[in-house]
């Protein structure tokens, strides 16, 4: 079984530090077996203090770090790595403990741990747009984008602040084990199934002003007629508004074009299919609007790197 250490730092942001736990634990196979073990870690066995002023006791120490297929940090106002850009003996110490192939991940403010430890020295990464110039100062080697939600450079993975979190870690479960799997962790939890990596972290209209202001009805709408032409203005007209109005608060709402959004959503709707369907690749096209098999082979090549048949090769096991 995969085994997911999340490091708990002083003080540790108590949302982050949940994400992990509850995401990476509610993943399961059709049989409803486990398929992360989750850890939380500590460097002493005191009480971790949280930004939200409760404690939090981790279930191991350091030594958890050395069993580790993937290492969490969630955010932290950790001074040495927050304030001084240092890695303090004790953390150096842990650190040195984690294999060389195992995969690291930061949630929020946890980038400067990694950046501390030379981690993402020459790397992408992204953290909560208000501490990027914080990151930038303290450790300039690190090629910092604080507009999308999150980084997935292969072995390192950074995410911005605090929900983006979720997006990250139900992007790791979806690579990891697919579409179903992250899609029942992202019902359980209630949360969207998936936001783009590449998604600004600031959204001008988090909340509109009134519901017949909003296109979320429309995008709902969209989701149950992804076999069909969802033109811009096919899509407008569902939301009774003006074509250039639409794209608008379409970007406002969602951080996207309204073409981009289909996209997506239709290869994701490819992926559950060749996951849980036998069914041709030209049909897998057709249901989820992707038109050809050739058209689907390109997009599902360009967006995960690998080839319809060989997708499902991959998480059916066949």
Known sequence: MHRVAVLLLPPVVGFDAMIP?????NATDPTGRSLYEVVTCALSPDAVTSTGGFGVVAQAGPEALASADTVVVPGTRF??????????????????????DTRLVSICTGAFVLAAAGVLDGRPATTHWKFADDLRRLYPRVRIDEKVLFVDDGDVLTSAGLAAG?????????????????????????VPPWREGGQAQFIERQVPASDS?????????????????LTIERLARHAHMSTR??????REETGQS???????????????????????????????????????????RRGIGLSPTRYRKVYQGV
């Open 258 to 300: 309204p073409g981009a959004w289909v996209r997506a959503r239709r290869l994701d709707r490819a992926r559950e299919l060749l996951e849980s369907h036998d069914l041709p690749i030209d049909e897998v096209a057709r249901r989820s609007g992707l038109g050809s098999g050739a058209n689907l082979r390109h997009h599902l």
């Open 21 to 25: 736990t509850l995401l990476f634990g």
């Open 166 to 190: 979720i997006d990250l870690c139900l992007h790791i479960i979806r690579s990891d084990h697919g579409a179903q799997v992250a899609n029942a962790v992202a019902k359980y939890c209630v």
């Open 213 to 229: 202001l909003s296109t979320a009805a429309t995008r709902e709408w969209a989701l149950r007629h992804l076999d069909e032409e």
């Open 245 to 250: 109005t639409f794209i608008r608060r379409f």
């Open 79 to 100: 001074p040495p790595c927050r304030v001084d850009g240092v890695l303090p003996p004790a953390l150096s110490a842990a650190f040195a403990q984690i294999r060389p």
